[in-house]
């Protein structure tokens, strides 16, 4: 997925109205007059917010006579999952690497290092300067 689009569609998401909007449009066909009822906005306001999860590709409108009803696409919303996951992979990927460079010193991979025998000093075995 391009990063522009991908762009988009979090952009589309960051929004909790449009958020709503998209949950409301799952559960089928819904006017945008009717969406616009449901929030302390002006009927322009959530034409925007609609214009923009239409953008993303999150919704597709259809007028009907005199009614622009809204729909949600499917794809777009498995799209957003897709693009979740890779960010994912990605961090999982990036947090094994930084594991790996860190290492975990005792070996095991368990990130338990107190089964060492590390003496009664912090630094035994070690020699100062002018400590000879």
């Keep these: ?24 449009s799952v559960q089928g066909e ?12 002006s009927f322009a306001a959530v034409q925007k917010h609609v214009a923009v999860l239409e953008r993303a590709g ?13 729909r949600t696409e499917p794809d777009a919303v498995r799209r957003a999952r897709q693009a979740l996951d890779q960010l994912e ?15 975990d010193g005792d ?3 368990d990130g338990d290092d107190h089964d060492r025998d590390h003496g009664d000093r912090p630094h035994a075995g070690r020699r100062t300067r002018g400590h000879d």
């Design 1 to 24: 997925m391009p990063e522009q689009a991908v762009d988009e569609l979090f952009h589309a998401l960051s929004d909790a109205t449009r958020r709503d909007i998209l949950r409301r």
């Design 30 to 41: 819904a006017s945008v007059s009717r969406l616009a009822e449901a929030y302390p906005m």
């Design 58 to 70: 999150l919704v597709t409108k259809v007028r009907r006579g005199r009614e622009q009803l809204v």
């Design 89 to 103: 992979l990605a961090w999982r990927g990036r947090v094994e690497r930084m594991a790996d460079l860190l290492g």
């Design 107 to 109: 070996g095991d991979g």
